[in-house]
């Protein structure tokens, strides 16, 4: 199996367990978004630590270099966990799926900041036509639903960035079970403040939701940690918007959501210009 198909693989198994995270936290309820990512973070951080334990590997990293990318890393993908998990709770999945899933185009902008990967125009051209189509979700105005729509967006510049960094640590060899542990416990003990002033009590079946969140992020995460070790963002990013499938399936047989017709629109656009991407990067 070549690896641009375990990429691929990796990519659809954490997009459908993404889709699951999402659902989950849905279902749980009012709980705050900050102390939904904490019992999400926690669950992933014990996934993540029983495999170090379990293949004897180390708690620092061998370079120190690499504790650059990995607190870059677990920075940008706390913003975009949090965004995430607000807009979950303010919009429809499928909405607030497609703007998380602006990150593969913010991946080709970062990856021209950080690892000074270029590339070419046509693909410097698609990041502002899928930004353009973006809007059509959105949909700027002074409507309540804007500002969760912003803050989706900002969501998907920071997973972009979080997932430039997961690709510049794995080509420096880092291991995947330390990237998904490290991200896991920083975003952990960023949500500890909030829970200690504004803890929420919370019923048996939203703590098992939230359960479920979080064992349904740690597959995601080292899915997508192993995918992107695998394969470059250009090459198997365009399988990772299987996730808006997966989030519009659920939240209509679960919450009775349909996009409107400009949110559909916009799906189309952007699931068209990363087809296109996806054909231009083959060729």
């Avoid at 991946?107 to 353009?132: D, M, N, P, T």
């Avoid at 995947?176 to 896991?184: D, G, L, T």
Wanted: glycine share 8%.
């Amino acid at each position: 199996m070549s690896n641009r198909v375990k990429g691929t693989l990796c990519i659809l198994m954490a997009a459908l367990s993404f889709a699951l995270m999402n659902t989950f936290v849905r279902l749980s309820g009012d709980v705050p978004s900050l102390q939904k990512a904490f019992f999400r973070n926690v669950v992933a951080a014990v996934f993540a630590l029983l495999i170090m334990l379990r293949n004897h590997e180390p708690f620092h990293p061998p370079k120190k270099s690499d504790w650059v990318y990995l607190m870059a890393r677990a920075a940008f993908g706390t913003l975009g966990l949090i965004c995430n998990f607000y807009d979950v709770d303010h919009l429809n999945l499928s909405d607030a799926c497609m703007l998380n899933k602006m990150s593969p185009f913010f991946a080709i902008i970062f990856s021209l900041i950080l690892l000074k990967e270029r590339a070419s125009v046509f693909q410097y051209a698609a990041v502002l036509a899928a930004f353009g189509s973006s809007m059509l979700i959105i949909k700027p105005g002074f409507s309540s639903a804007t500002f969760p729509a912003i803050i989706g967006l900002l969501g998907g510049m920071g997973a972009g960035a979080a997932y430039t960094c997961v690709r510049a640590l794995s080509r420096k060899g880092e291991k995947s079970a330390r990237i998904v542990f490290f991200f896991s416990m920083f975003s952990t003990l960023v949500c500890v403040p909030s829970m200690i002033m504004d803890y929420h009590p919370m019923t048996w079946g939203q703590f098992f939701c939230l359960i479920g969140a979080g064992a349904s992020a740690a597959l995601g995460q080292f899915g997508v940690t192993l995918a992107y070790a695998n394969a470059p963002a250009k090459e198997i990013s365009v399988f990772d918007y299987t996730q808006v499938i997966f989030s519009a399936v659920l939240g209509f047989f679960l919450f009775g959501q349909l996009p409107d017709g400009w949110s559909v629109l916009g799906y189309l656009l952007i699931c068209g210009i990363s087809v296109a991407v996806f054909f231009y990067n083959r060729n």
